[in-house]
């Protein structure tokens, strides 16, 4: 999760606020790092891969002068991290950082290579600095041309610009799910990505909406919309303390990581789901289609968490790709001398990369021959390494040991997957493979919508928290869910929960209900729908509580649940990580009433490194 600074000002040097920005945005993760500034009437830009403290050695120790500049951090998401991909990016006199993905770039970057301009990133970013400088060239104001330039994106930014012929000024944008903050004090204005870069300076910041362009100097901030029509952006005052502040203003970080999803699907979808052609694009990673066709098997492996993604990914990948799939812990597949062979796939799931019986499944997979595919969150972890292939998660940094926002984007990087697994062996269309695309497309707006049920979550949480066990039930794409789900509550609040394929409930588990237990049906996959209500009512029959997570305007589970928790209708497996959402929420509200720690339960640790 990128980090932009921003600084004008006239008593302070640019580059202490900006790399002093930089550190506290540091928590939030990042591979590369940058700054420009206007250093005697030209932009100085200086770039270095890994941390800030190789930054600082490639300024030296002779800091620049400049009182206007802006800085970054990189979390790779186009692009692998390096040098030459870090930002900020120069065409002619501007510079350009940017937070987001441009869904459109390949026609972008196409038009703009007819048109002469030579491309130094593998970066979407860079796109945007030559839109920019195109518009400078025709004789447009700074202002103006970010104007032009920004309209013609596709997709998510937040932008921060300089140009050497204006250089007193930045000019800042937003769009989609990546915020910018503007801030003002005495003589300076600020630019940032959150709040904690610049909270040291100003407590009096502007947060910009969709479709807002800003331009601030030292004494002046204005924002203005896309018709460039001037707005009045009321200010806020920031109340909160340092350590609240890397929280966003949330209370925990695991409730800021929970309302991050929508940004970290759309990220994790980013540019590869190519709608125009209905094909994936899996960040360059090479899968022949005569390989595919010959492939025997895929093998998904995962510990926790991630190991109810792979449930997931083998349904994806056995219903579209139509090969036969299998899902294991990775602690057991190790041990049971697994028949593999070259003619395989084996997919390992580890938001960290260094979780160890992962790890281990994955090295017994390469060692019998296997191709090694790795989805992770984590560049240059250990399973990135050591996989013949990795396709990276865009989740950003989770503090929060019970893992949220990283397991939706492992179904989202699974589903990315299989839909390429299917075009390759000929079992999907790219007409097929687009309806699906547009479905991953409005998952982020209904997993926001979803987020709107927060209050309504919370008041069900408050009747049912004395309960002493919960039932989880789900069915197809429910059933991991439902897994997920138990899981989130007992990790949090310390409850019994159980997880069940809703069938089996008759084989055991009915004899436990009363009408001290509730239960919670994952009722909003459309694939299992009538099934699982069946489920409900046997419940409802014996005297269990029923609470039920379904779609909007499902009047039958309205009329066969104590409580709904209604959510935005999506197809099947997209409706899993829907419905998922709302069970996050109602184990983090259970767990705050009873007073646990929610962001670091008692015993668990975020990655578990040792067997």
């Known amino acids: 999760m990128c980090g932009i600074v921003g600084f004008a000002g006239k008593t302070r040097r640019a580059q ?13 993760g990042y591979d590369s790092a940058g700054i420009a500034i206007v250093h005697q009437g030209k932009i100085r830009v200086v770039r270095s891969a890994g941390k800030l403290c190789n930054l600082e050695a490639s300024l030296g120790d002779a800091p620049l002068a400049g009182e206007v500049g802006i800085g970054h951090t990189r979390w790779a998401t186009h692009g692998r991290p390096s040098v030459e991909n870090a930002h900020p990016h120069l065409v002619g006199s501007v510079a350009v950082i940017h937070n987001g993905i441009v869904e459109n770039y390949r026609a972008l970057r196409d038009e703009l290579i007819s048109r002469g301009h030579t491309f130094r990133s593998q970066t979407d970013t860079e796109i945007i600095a030559h839109l920019i400088d195109s518009e400078r060239r025709q004789g447009k104001p700074l202002l103006e041309a970010v104007r032009a330039a920004v309209a013609r994106i596709e997709g998510s930014y937040a932008i921060a610009v300089l140009d050497e012929e204006e250089p007193d000024r930045i000019v800042a944008a937003r769009n989609g799910g990546s915020p910018v903050i503007l801030g003002e004090s005495d003589e300076e204005r600020f630019v940032a990505s959150d709040i904690p870069a610049i909270l040291p300076y100003t407590r009096r910041v502007f947060p910009l909406e969709d479709g807002d362009v800003a331009l601030i100097t030292a004494n002046t901030l204005s924002v203005f919309n896309l018709e460039g029509q001037p707005i009045e952006r009321p200010p806020r005052e920031i109340r909160w303390d340092p350590v609240q502040a890397e929280k966003g203003g949330y209370e925990r970080f695991m409730k800021k990581e929970i309302f991050e999803q929508p940004r970290a699907i759309a990220d994790t979808i980013g540019t590869r789901a190519l709608e125009d052609n209905g094909d994936i694009d899996l960040d360059g990673i090479e899968l022949d289609a005569g390989w595919a066709r010959g492939l025997r098997s895929v093998q998904l492996v995962a510990c926790g968490t991630a190991f109810h993604a792979t449930l997931l990914g083998r349904w994806m990948i056995e219903r579209y790709a139509r090969i036969r799939a299998d899902a294991e812990l990775a602690s057991e597949f190790r041990y049971r001398e697994p028949v593999l062979g070259s003619d395989d796939l084996l997919i390992a799931v580890s938001q960290s990369g260094e979780t160890a019986d992962t790890l281990a499944a994955s090295r017994e997979g390469a060692r019998l021959g296997a191709r090694v595919l790795a989805v992770t969150n984590t560049h240059d972890s250990s399973l990135a390494r050591e996989s013949d292939d990795v396709l990276y998660t865009h989740a950003g940094p989770e503090i929060g040991v019970a893992s949220t926002k990283c397991f939706t984007t492992q179904i989202v990087a699974l589903h990315l997957i299989a839909l390429k ?41 408050r009747r049912h928290s004395h309960a002493h066990d919960f039932l989880f039930l789900g069915r197809g794409v429910g059933f991991p869910t439902a897994l997920e789900g138990a899981l989130k509550l007992k990790e949090l609040s310390y409850i019994h929960a159980e997880g069940y394929a809703a069938a089996e409930m008759k084989h055991g588990p009915i004899a436990l209900i009363d009408d001290n237990f509730p239960v919670v049906v994952v009722a909003n996959q459309p694939d299992t729908h009538a099934k699982i209500l069946a489920n409900a009512a046997e419940v409802r029959t014996r005297g269990g509580i029923v609470i039920a997570v379904a779609r909007v305007g499902d009047t039958e589970t309205l009329s066969a649940a104590d409580e709904v928790i209604a959510v935005p209708p999506a197809p099947d497996p997209l409706s899993a990580v829907i419905g998922t959402v709302p069970l996050q929420i109602l184990a983090y509200q259970v767990a705050t009433l009873k007073g646990t720690d929610v962001d670091q339960p008692r015993n668990l640790a975020k990655s578990v490194t040792v067997e």
């Open 16 to 28: 202490d606020v900006i790399l002093d920005g930089l550190r506290r945005l540091e928590y939030r």
């Open 421 to 461: 697994l299917a075009l390759l062996r000929g079992a999907l269309s790219s007409d097929e493979v687009r309806k699906h695309i547009q479905a991953l497309r409005r998952l982020p707006r209904q997993v926001e919508q979803t987020l709107g049920l927060w209050d309504h979550i919370a008041g069900i949480a």
